[in-house]
């Protein structure tokens, strides 16, 4: 089992930035590909990053590419999201996942956090 606590959310302005935090306990960190979700209200999840086990590799949606930046310190056991450049459509509760492999499917994840909510708004 490993557990996963999402923070850094909040209200912000068009244009502005937040550093989502994801901070694991648990089974070790470092064996598992993070990935970052989001869903708005009357919407599905979907894919925001993923990251792999060494964070060397990183993976995008094409809605947030060039804007947000996933990265991951397996010494704090702890992945990041920054997001610049927000846009009012970027509102969601934005989840971390834990799994095995790396994937953008939100049902092959195995363990999430509870969300944080993100509000870009003037």
């Known amino acids: 089992q490993v557990q996963l606590v999402e923070s850094g959310g909040g209200l912000v302005q068009p244009g502005g930035s937040l550093r989502l935090s994801c901070a694991a306990s648990?089974?070790?960190?470092?064996?598992?590909?993070m990935g970052w979700f989001r869903q708005a209200p009357g919407k599905e999840r979907e894919f925001v990053a993923a990251?792999?086990?060494?964070?060397?590799?990183?993976y995008y949606a094409g809605s947030v590419k060039g804007r947000f930046t996933i990265s991951r310190d397996n010494a704090k056991n702890t992945v990041y999201l920054q997001m610049n450049s927000l846009k009012p459509e970027d509102t969601a509760v934005y989840y971390c996942?834990?799994?095995?492999?790396?994937?953008?499917?939100?049902?092959?994840?195995?363990?999430w956090g509870q969300g944080t909510q993100v509000t870009v708004s003037s």
């Open positions: 996942a834990a799994d095995d492999i790396a994937t953008t499917v939100p049902s092959e994840y195995d363990y």
């Open positions: 648990g089974r070790t960190f470092s064996r598992y590909t």
């Open positions: 990251i792999s086990r060494s964070g060397h590799s990183t």
